[in-house]
């Protein structure tokens, strides 16, 4: 197991690096500090070497294409200081208004215009004989709006057992709405097919229900029994037809109490792949890239665009902040927001 450095770019006269984590079993992560950003992830198979599964770029340069920034789909990175939509762009808090920026109609979407995924994190720790990376951001008050000066880290590890596990933890010196997430796009075909083909299960009884904007209204539904009722694998492809659409559900595990539990196993059965998550997060966002611009693709001729990726966003509410039985969608002064995401590979 090992972890080296490259130079991947320069921001504004400041080097951006990337950081390959390696494990035994010809598992392979690549992590930039430009926004905490997962670029590749190099996947061995049953049968033959090991292949790309997730969208991203080779250079530091393609993240800057008019053709990314006008579809920003935030790919890989480490988004926040509030991941999903906030309604209306605005919250109240301990006798407070905020207003934040307009991302999404007249929704702030993943942290405001110069989001966590838009930082150079500072590296903290790594080490050249195990395959842990560890960074921090610090966010100042009413940065894109919130308030609170937050000291961020967030530490990748990548296991002899092909675990990549993420571990979140922030501290805040004012009360602040706060949640993050990484926003991998995977395709375990290692993008020889559409996600479609790829099946799914999520252990969920229930998502949030969303509104016209995006944004969650604070009620919840059930899904058992319907279309969208992941608890047993169903087919993306045949899911997507029955809804006439394609998946953004926020899934609720109501009583996991922040352990960490598995909660989703994707399979793809051509390449024998599969991905187990495990969080100790209240809900996961499933997103199967339905707004992924098809003008996009890796440098090598990978292409990405709709269905070409799905996200598992694993996270406290969105719209957390005004919805008042929302679970720790604040991080209060004194406290340590603690979250811990695994994406476990198996071929």
Known sequence: MKTTQTDFGELNGTMVHLFV????????????????????????????????IVCGFDTFESYFSEAYKSNAPYFGGTVGRYCSQIKDAKFSMNGKNYELAKIVGNN???GGKVGFDKKIWTVKAFS??????????QSKHLEEGFPGNVTVLVTFTLTNENELKIEYQAISDQDTPFTITNHTYFNLS?????????????RA??????????????????????????????SIKEVHEAMGDGFEHFYLFEDKGFKLDKVAEINEKLSGRSMEVFTTEPGMLFYTGKYTSDELKRESGLQYGKYRGFCCETHRYPNGPNIPEAP??????????????IFKFNW
Not at 128 to 137: D, H, T, V, Y
Not at 207 to 220: H, L, P
């Open 205 to 234: 009884k229930t998502k949030q229900i969303w509104d016209e904007t995006g944004a969650a209204t604070g009620e919840n539904t059930s899904v058992v029994g319907q279309v969208d009722d992941l608890r047993s694998p169903k």
């Open 108 to 110: 702030n979407l993943h």
């Open 190 to 202: 290692g993008f020889k097919n559409s996600i479609e083909d790829h099946t799914i299960t999520v």
């Open 328 to 341: 720790k969608s604040i991080l209060k002064v004194g406290e340590s927001y603690d979250s811990t995401t």
């Open 21 to 52: 984590l390696e494990n035994d079993n010809g598992l392979s992560v690549k992590i930039s500090d430009y926004g905490a950003t997962i670029t590749s992830i190099l996947l061995p198979k049953k049968e033959g070497k090991a292949e790309e």
């Open 128 to 137: 050249l004989e195990s395959a842990k990376l560890q960074m921090e951001l």
